[in-house]
């Protein structure tokens, strides 16, 4: 189970930092991914950290501003939003991907989260 938190409203420019927390799997082997979802759009991509070696991706549009983490003793990751445009305005969910074969695809995770909203106001 996933259990997504730390979404919020904040003014262009600001930060948030989500969290999810992981429980039932040997988190360390996991990898963990971010995606969001905006009203009328596809789910995307946002970042990912995989499992082995912790090597870190990001879509184009949050890179440079987004920073994804994990802390396996917490069994949680985290992703870093600074500099936010209203264009980040979305539901924000975290997964996990047992095997780790294409972080950057939906249909790879196994496990969601509920999702968190954030809003980021002009």
């Known amino acids: 189970q996933l259990q997504a938190c730390g979404g919020g409203l904040v003014q262009a420019g600001g930060s948030l930092r989500l969290s999810c927390t992981a429980s039932g799997r040997t988190f360390s082997r996991l990898t963990m991914g971010w995606f969001r979802q905006a009203p009328g759009k596809e789910r995307e991509f946002v970042s990912a950290?995989?499992?082995?070696?912790?090597?870190?991706h990001y879509a184009d549009s949050v890179k440079g501003r987004f920073t994804i983490s994990r802390d396996n003793a917490k069994n949680t990751v985290y992703l870093q939003m600074n500099s936010l445009k209203p264009e980040d305005t979305a539901v924000y969910y975290c997964?996990?991907?047992?095997?780790?074969?294409?972080?950057?695809?939906?249909?790879?995770?196994?496990?969601w989260g509920q999702g968190t909203q954030v809003t980021v106001s002009s």
């Open positions: 950290i995989i499992w082995s070696g912790g090597m870190t």
């Open positions: 997964a996990a991907d047992v095997q780790g074969l294409d972080y950057a695809t939906r249909t790879s995770y196994d496990y």
